[in-house]
């Protein structure tokens, strides 16, 4: 029994140095099985743990491997989108730029314009002059949809921010083109339209199709009486019926009949000037009635203190008859 017991001890035999006596230790063979058993399961523990800790910190490393990747492809697609965006903003700049180099091309041609149309009302508000007066001027036309090239050059972003400040510097000069041009140009305008109605208000048109001058301004001898008497006008002759036409616009200031007029039309015209038109057959205006120069106003007629059909037609500037030929002459017709 003793012998059994035995052989399931083992003894540890404990050595420190040479100077010490040894120890022994005995210990049952199943303990000294388990204890490196135990050793072993637990450094198996341990190497588990180790490995399971070790997938979690993979685990979480390649989470923020991804993250970070998803993290540099939003950049660079932030990145891409940033070039693209200063891309098309610096094609908008020379679009622009382009733009307001026309513009201010166009508006510099607007106010050669309106200084030629000033020279033409200071030159025409003297002298009145019916001849006319063609203004000629040319201007670029702008078309950037098809047929370019040239060769590729690079921007760089100071040309860019350079571009834009000449841009807006343009613009500005414009603005302020613009704002000189709106307290001009209504001036100009009006006197250009006051020169044009004084100008259309001039009596230069030959007033009848007929050309046949029988009587001139001046003295002469009276067909009735043969004695010498004043003609305030001159006498052209004509059809009856024929037209009788404004000799410049105007507005009638009488449509009447006396006798020794028949029936006439007095036209008021700018700068003190009046028409008469006399032995009408028909008036074919009102009183008050405003006429353009060239319209018809009446048919020729021999009505009143006259010998046959015929037009009386008489020029008075300030209430005083003026010989009508420097005013009108046949040449001048418009309608011939």
Request: glycine fraction near 6%; proline fraction near 4%.
């Amino acid at each position: 029994m003793k012998s059994a017991t035995a052989n399931r001890r083992m003894t540890l035999l404990v050595m420190r140095d040479a100077q010490h006596s040894v120890k022994q230790i005995h210990l049952s063979k199943p303990l000294m099985l388990a204890v490196p058993a135990a050793a072993v399961l637990s450094l198996s523990g341990l190497v588990l743990a180790m490995q399971a800790h070790s997938s979690q910190v993979i685990t979480q490393l390649e989470q923020k491997v991804n993250l970070e990747n998803m993290k540099n492809l939003q950049l660079q697609g932030s990145v891409n989108s940033r070039e693209q965006s200063i891309e098309r903003l610096q094609n908008e700049i020379i679009k622009l730029s382009s733009q307001a180099k026309d513009m201010q091309l166009k508006m510099e041609h607007v106010d050669e314009l309106e200084q030629q149309l000033q020279q033409f009302i200071d030159k025409h508000s003297t002298s009145m002059s019916t001849d006319d007066s063609a203004v000629k001027a040319s201007s670029l036309s702008w078309d950037a949809s098809e047929h370019v090239g040239g060769e590729f050059i690079a921007v760089h972003e100071n040309e860019m921010l350079d571009l834009a400040q000449e841009t807006k510097d343009d613009f500005q000069e414009m603005q302020e083109l613009l704002k000189a041009m709106e307290s001009q140009v209504p001036h100009t305008l009006k006197k250009a339209q006051e020169t044009q109605t004084q100008i259309s208000g001039n009596p230069t048109l030959w007033p009848t199709s007929s050309q046949v001058l029988t009587s001139s301004f001046g003295y002469r001898t009276d067909p009735f009486t043969g004695k010498a008497a004043f003609h305030a006008g001159i006498d052209i002759a004509g059809e009856n019926g024929g037209p009788v036409y404004a000799a410049g616009a105007g507005k009638v200031v009488t449509a009447d009949e006396s006798g020794a007029r028949g029936r006439y039309i007095i036209i008021e015209h700018p700068n003190g000037l009046q028409t008469w038109y006399m032995h009408l057959s028909k008036i074919q205006v009102d009183v008050g009635e405003s006429v353009d120069k060239g319209e018809q106003i009446a048919l020729l007629g021999s009505t009143g203190r006259s010998t046959g059909p015929h037009l009386h037609f008489q020029v008075v500037k300030n209430d005083k008859p003026m010989n009508p030929l420097p005013y009108i002459r046949p040449e001048k017709s418009e309608l011939n």
